[in-house]
């Protein structure tokens, strides 16, 4: 599976946990954990390349979004919050910037 794909099966994930969890918000931490518990994904691949413990990472990222405030709304909607729409809006400029040198397929 390619990393876009990975990408988008992550965002996914993340929104799903989110809504599980009750949280009003979508934030990187729910898409980090997401990222973190794919099978053969690139962050615990790159994690362990840099001889990190994933499980203790994930423990940790756990433990926040257990901090994060609940709602008891029956609606189900999850909004992105300003740090994720940030975090998004700098990978697609750094996307477009190794599109721009060549690095990737045109986008």
């Keep these: 599976m ?7 099966k992550a965002m996914e994930a ?4 989110a809504i599980k969890k009750g ?21 615990d691949n790159l994690l362990q390349k840099m001889g990190t413990d994933s499980a203790v990472l994930e423990e940790r990222v756990t433990d ?4 994060l405030p ?7 909607r999850v909004t ?7 975090a998004l809006m700098h990978v697609k400029h ?6 721009a040198l060549g690095y990737l397929p045109n986008i």
Excluded: D, I, W, Y
């Design 64 to 67: 926040e979004l257990g901090r």
């Design 14 to 17: 993340s929104h799903v946990e």
């Design 94 to 99: 750094a996307l477009s910037q190794f599109n």
């Design 80 to 86: 992105a919050s300003g740090e994720m729409n940030q």
């Design 2 to 8: 390619n990393a876009e794909r990975m990408t988008q």
């Design 23 to 43: 949280h009003p918000e979508l934030t990187t931490l729910h898409l980090l954990e997401a990222l973190l518990k794919q099978e053969h994904g690139l962050v």
């Design 70 to 76: 609940t709602f008891n709304g029956a609606s189900g």
